[in-house]
């Protein structure tokens, strides 16, 4: 079982940024492991931000293309995602969560075996 642990939300202004992190361990982390974000808003489900897989392919949903960044650091065993030019329909709790080897940067969350507990992210226009 891999564990995760999300740090970096907050409150900001619209136009702001911020960066989210996510510690993984556990005895069954790797590298090759496909990590992504997700968040989920007041009132509505939970949907994918973004996704990176064990060879570095990435993948983001339409509505945070040109603003936000994945990236991991596989030495630190951390998943990042940079996130500038915030909009106040980015308000949601932000999920770390990791999979299998998928050679895929997938999204779906049929992918996805652990989860962190979550990290706020308010933006205020």
């Known amino acids: 079982q891999v564990q995760l642990v999300e740090s970096g939300g907050g409150s900001v202004q619209a136009g702001g940024s911020l960066r989210l992190s996510c510690a993984a361990s556990?005895?069954?982390?790797?590298?090759?492991?496909?990590m992504g974000w997700f968040r989920q808003a007041p009132g509505k489900g939970r949907e994918g931000v973004a996704a990176?897989?064990?060879?570095?392919?990435?993948s983001y949903t339409d509505s945070v293309k040109g603003r936000f960044t994945i990236s991991r650091d596989n030495a630190k065993n951390t998943l990042y995602l940079q996130m500038n030019s915030l909009k106040s329909e980015d308000t949601a709790m932000y999920y770390c969560?990791?999979?299998?080897?998928?050679?895929?940067?997938?999204?779906?969350?049929?992918?996805?075996?652990?989860w962190g507990q979550g990290t706020q992210v308010t933006v205020s226009s």
């Open positions: 969560a990791t999979g299998g080897a998928v050679l895929e940067a997938t999204m779906s969350e049929y992918f996805y075996n652990s």
């Open positions: 990176i897989d064990g060879d570095g392919h990435i």
């Open positions: 556990g005895v069954t982390y790797n590298r090759y492991l496909l």
